[in-house]
């Protein structure tokens, strides 16, 4: 799934392509993706309409139209923009610009979530989101774990704890900080609490550099995959040696989900 690098990614590409264009029209190919309001009012409130900015919250994007409305899409397993794309109807969704091209939207899986909303801010979505990583200090972050007694990786993936981390790049942090992702939350020394807070955030931001991890179906607004794959040290290597000590590396199942780790390494 899209994490924050990933959508981070997106929302810079959209701006520098799409703001100031018009919507002239939008043909559904797929009305399952969009979950309000209907079909037809959606495509009714969106022809005409300027893009005025596009903003990002956790994992959710926030496309703020000339008529007031947002346009809020989360890409959920395997949601994907392409920009030029093609109309195709394999695409679920495609937005016809005033530039003569299409941005189209596509979602294999129909798992996607298209919501064409008057007031964003209302989201339930958006009202149990925690902080972002990049938005409290390493005390507040301290603070926010002491009392805390869940596995640290599901702590870190809960977005009403902090926003934007997901499964791959919770592992990666607690990898980075050679914590291991079963730890209780409060059993992290202070050095580690602030380790972890440093590595979390360094590990985002050098994927936004690299536009994000091609895993499953994400790909760039050109339809280009990420490049961050390469540095993954322990994500999807399970059976491969930690590129540190050598020992193979784990996978476990955490909270349900997936996790990878150096036995070694991470204590
Ligand atoms: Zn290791």
């Known amino acids: 799934m899209p994490e924050l690098p990933e959508v981070e990614t997106i929302k810079r590409e959209l701006a520098c392509a799409l703001v100031g264009k018009k919507i002239t029209e ?20 969106l022809a005409g309409a300027t893009i005025k900015g596009i903003l990002r919250r956790a994992k959710l994007l926030l496309v703020e139209l000339s008529n007031g409305k947002t346009l809020a899409i989360h890409l959920k397993m395997t949601g994907q923009l392409v920009y030029p794309g093609k109309g195709l109807p394999s695409a679920r969704v495609s937005f016809y610009l ?24 209302a989201l339930k ?7 972002e990583p990049f938005d409290i200090t390493p005390g507040q972050f301290k603070e926010m774990l002491a009392s805390k007694k869940t596995k640290i990786k599901p702590l870190i993936m809960d977005q009403t704890f902090i926003s934007g981390v997901g499964n791959l790049y919770a592992a990666e942090a607690l990898f980075r900080a050679r914590i291991h992702p079963a730890r209780s939350a409060n059993s992290l020394t202070d050095k580690e609490k602030v380790l972890l807070f440093k590595e979390i955030k360094d590990t985002l931001t050098e994927a936004i550099k690299y536009k994000g991890s091609s895993v499953d179906q994400y790909v760039q607004l050109s339809g280009e995959p990420g490049s961050y794959v390469k540095f993954h040290k322990v994500y999807d290597r399970a059976g491969k040696p930690c590129l540190v000590c050598k020992t193979l590396i784990k996978r476990i199942s955490l909270g349900g989900r997936g996790t990878y780790f150096c036995p070694r390494c991470q204590k």
């Open 26 to 45: 939008v043909v559904v190919h797929n009305p399952k993706v969009i979950r309000e309001p209907v079909a037809a009012k959606f495509k009714l409130g």
């Open 125 to 131: 979505f958006i009202q149990g989101l925690g902080p």
């Open 98 to 121: 005033s530039d003569g091209k299409i941005l189209d939207f596509n979602d294999q899986r129909l798992f996607a979530e298209l919501r064409l909303i008057d007031d964003w801010h």
